[in-house]
């Protein structure tokens, strides 16, 4: 079974704070990802990962940045987090970049900035 | 880039019902159509997905299928039981990367 693992399922941090969320996954998987679900808007890719160092952006990229130093880790930074950015964070890797590919999400970190 | 329409945003049947959920996309490049169940406080996980090359796929009560000349594509959930009771998100992509329809909230009252 594929794992992946968010570091915190809840968050609350202040405005202005330089934020970490980490994801881990075991599969030894080449792709990585983070969206932002919000209510109404569904799931939105920020950026993603096809490699060790490699990222690019995705739909939404403002305000955040992204680290992969190992094939098991995938980190997004919020350089200084603000209210907006109040969200529930979701982690995705996959094995395949050509379809059919299924993206195994991790449980969500629920961040809050106040 | 590519958008994704998902109608309607909450759907409400009756134990034993068909359900439908319809998808729009915009690029004709995208090739590949997951769909994703996601249960109260759970995470995403995918139920069915269909490729370009292929118009209707089945699996037990779930169906999907594609109009690519339309550019839409539908989940049809049959017999309708309460477990069903999730938000559903339908997706496209290509190479790498999907993007996701808003979600529909479907309850299932027993």
């Known amino acids: 079974d594929v794992k992946v693992t968010q570091s915190s399922r809840y968050l609350v941090k202040r405005t202005g704070e330089k934020v970490f969320l980490e994801c881990v996954q075991d599969?030894?998987?080449?792709?990585m990802f983070w969206y932002r679900q919000d209510p109404g808007l569904g799931l939105r890719l920020i950026y993603f990962?096809?490699?060790?160092?490699?990222?690019e952006k995705g739909d939404i990229p403002e305000g955040y940045s992204v680290s992969r130093e190992k094939k098991e880790r995938f980190s997004l930074i919020l350089e200084s987090a603000s209210t907006n950015q109040t969200s529930m964070y979701l982690c995705?890797?996959?094995?395949?970049?050509?379809?059919?590919?299924?993206?195994?999400f991790g449980p969500g970190t629920r961040l809050t900035v106040t | 880039g590519e958008n994704v329409e998902q109608h309607p945003s909450t759907l409400s049947v009756q134990e034993g019902d068909s359900a439908v959920i319809k998808c729009t996309y915009s690029?004709?490049?995208?090739?590949?159509f997951p769909w994703y169940k996601q249960e109260l406080g759970k995470r995403p996980q995918l139920i069915i997905d269909?490729?370009?090359?292929?118009g209707e796929k089945k699996d037990q009560r779930i169906a999907v299928t594609l109009n690519k000349t339309a550019k839409h594509f539908s989940l049809h959930i049959t017999e309708t039981q309460p477990e069903d009771s999730a938000v559903y998100f339908c997706?496209?992509?290509?190479?790498?990367?999907?993007?996701f329809g808003k979600g529909t909230m479907l309850l299932v009252s027993p």
């Open positions: 690029d004709s490049a995208s090739n590949y």
């Open positions: 599969m030894d998987h080449e792709n």
């Open positions: 997706a496209a992509g290509g190479y790498s990367t999907l993007t």
């Open positions: 995705a890797s996959s094995e395949e970049a050509l379809p059919p590919y299924e993206q195994y």
């Open positions: 990962s096809y490699d060790v160092k490699m990222k």
């Open positions: 269909i490729r370009s090359n292929v």
